[in-house]
């Protein structure tokens, strides 16, 4: 048997994998549902199912789509025919739409059209120098921390991936996304949303699928601590309940960083962490963005991201921590000033909204937290790690998140050998 103790994005990839190949395992989840960070749910001001935050997945997320294919639900995305990344600088009104191109080679950079305006291709070389950075570079280091590619793409990409302005967030962790889209061309660059939810579109189909495959999910098991000899895990403790563990059953622990080093104080783990902040707007009509598109970068302003959602205009703020600091009631007053210069709106009062603030959302994604992430095995011969802060070499992102969790499954399962 294989207990798999989280049941988040991580855990879920996790116990699905385990699941595929037709092993026993048995997933433990504190909360009431799966999914942790990437959930739905019904919100009685809006009367409308939201995500708790937008996360949006990319061409290039190959953990996500396999994971989507496993469960049998790889459609069920609403994606771009063709990756463009509409903005708007709210200071002066001016619009404009960042195109890469088909194949490896970027010459989208040579064409004015299709670039950041204001900026010249040899500017854009200067993301070369993330591919070498030390650890201890953060993006600036590497592309500056001035002049119109940095306000207008290095920072959004920033802090839409890594939840850290340039100035603060790891080169490191950047350039492995900047390879996988950019430098794979426009497909891996293509911008995908769940067409019906989180909840609905990755997490339910999860869960069904280890249900459906013989596998059990526990809800409201809160894992509170570990029996352990000198080179084993003996026994899961949850509550006043001891779930002793057999000669041959492993363990993976899918929890938050803070949770898991409460648990096991000797892991290595970032602790420090970021915020996010998501305010969803119900509109009275569908929201219209720029080409028919389902995201706007917005330069400029607070707000940095706006989604169409149906009816729904939802708006994201990453790197966080000082806007989370205000009334929910400030925040909304404004980022609907911004929304409305976004669609080009006359001002009025805020509609209804909701406004969510995930004050830990990720951890801090800086050059201190990178020698902090552990690695999937452990000391113990039966325990291993998963999670979008574990060494994945990527970014904590969904993709991130399952890609840890199909790692410590195949580990294992014995698919792979470290």
């Not at 994971?67 to 049998?72: K, N, S, V």
């Not at 900047?178 to 339910?204: M, N, S, W």
């Not at 352990?228 to 929890?255: C, H, M, Q, W, Y």
């Not at 917005?298 to 990453?318: E, H």
Request: a positive charge; aromatic letters at 6%.
């Amino acid at each position: 048997m294989i207990h798999v103790v989280g049941a988040g994005m991580a855990g879920l990839a996790c116990a699905v994998e385990i699941s595929q190949a037709g092993r026993e395992v048995t997933l433990h989840e504190a909360a009431g549902q799966a999914g942790g960070r990437c959930r739905s749910f019904q919100d009685e001001i809006l009367d409308r199912l939201i995500d708790n935050g937008n996360h949006l997945i990319l061409g290039a997320n190959t953990a996500v789509f396999s994971y989507l294919a496993t469960i049998g639900r790889r459609t069920v995305l609403a994606g771009q025919q063709r990756a463009e990344f509409p903005f708007i600088d709210i200071t002066n009104g001016e619009y404009w739409t960042l195109r890469p191109n088909a194949g490896r080679l970027p010459w989208w950079i040579f064409s004015p059209s299709r670039r950041v305006p204001g900026s010249k291709w040899t500017d854009y070389l200067a993301g070369l120098k993330l591919a070498c950075a030390s650890e201890r570079a953060t993006i600036a280091d590497c592309v500056g921390q001035y002049g119109p590619i940095v306000e207008r793409l290095w920072e959004p990409l920033s802090v839409a991936v890594l939840n850290a302005s340039v100035e603060q967030g790891a080169a490191r962790l950047l350039w492995p996304v900047i390879r996988l889209t950019f430098g794979q061309g426009e497909a891996a660059c293509r911008a995908y949303i769940a067409k019906h939810g989180l909840g609905p579109d990755l997490v339910e189909p999860g869960v069904k699928f280890i249900h459906d495959n013989g596998g059990v999910v526990g809800f409201s098991r809160r894992l509170s601590g570990l029996k352990r000899s000198r080179t084993r895990i003996d026994a899961l403790e949850f509550g006043a309940e001891s779930l002793k563990l057999g000669p041959n059953d492993s363990v993976v622990l899918a929890l938050p960083a803070p949770n898991l080093v409460q648990i096991l104080p000797e892991i290595s783990a970032p602790l420090e962490t970021n915020a996010i902040v998501n305010a969803h707007f119900r509109l009275d009509h569908k929201v219209e963005l720029p080409g028919g598109n389902q995201l706007l970068g917005i330069v400029g302003g607070t707000a940095q991201w706006l989604f169409a959602r149906g009816d729904i205009a939802s708006v994201t703020v990453s790197a966080a921590d000082n806007l989370a600091q205000k009334s929910a009631e400030e925040i909304a007053d404004q980022l609907w000033r911004e929304v409305t210069i976004a669609l080009k709106k006359p001002l009025t009062p805020s509609p209804p909204v909701r406004i969510i603030k995930e004050k830990r959302a990720t951890f801090a994604q800086v050059p201190e937290s990178l020698k902090k992430r552990p690695p999937a095995r452990t000391a113990y011969k039966n325990l291993l790690l998963a999670g979008d802060w574990t060494a994945t070499g990527l970014p904590a992102t969904i993709e991130g998140a399952v890609r840890s969790g199909q790692h410590a499954a195949r580990l294992l399962l014995g698919q792979i050998g470290k």
